[in-house]
């Protein structure tokens, strides 16, 4: 017998100059223009014994959440594994104090006010 099991997406974003990996369970273009949905945030069991600081920041930020929108050009990378792992916030490489203004996904058309 064949065992059915839903899909674990690992996100990879950035917010505020850090690198955030999620893991959910649904990943779907939104209904908003420019943003993905990440529904049924997973995060790891809790022990009386490990404590996790990271995933518990995580966890508290997230807390109440039912789904998450994220603007698309944020996302570093979406990867669909076998099972979940340790949700986390890294610093982003580059070392850069400078943020990118974030670009549009789709350039305006040059035709503006020309007819």
């Not at 698309?72 to 099972?83: A, G, H, L, N, T």
């Amino acid at each position: 017998m064949s065992k059915i099991t839903k899909s674990i997406y690992r996100v990879l974003f950035v917010n505020q100059g850090k690198l955030y990996e999620l893991y959910a369970r649904s990943i779907h273009q939104a209904d908003l223009y420019g943003f993905i949905e990440v529904e049924e945030l997973i995060f790891g069991e809790h022990s009386s014994v490990l404590v996790n600081p990271a995933e518990e920041r995580l966890q508290s930020e997230f807390a109440g959440v039912r789904r998450t929108f994220i603007p698309v050009y944020s996302v570093v990378r979406i990867d669909e594994v076998e099972r979940e792992g340790v949700s986390k916030i890294r610093p982003s490489e580059g070392g850069d104090n400078v943020t990118p203004f974030p670009q549009p996904a789709f350039p305006p058309s040059g035709n503006r006010g020309k007819d």
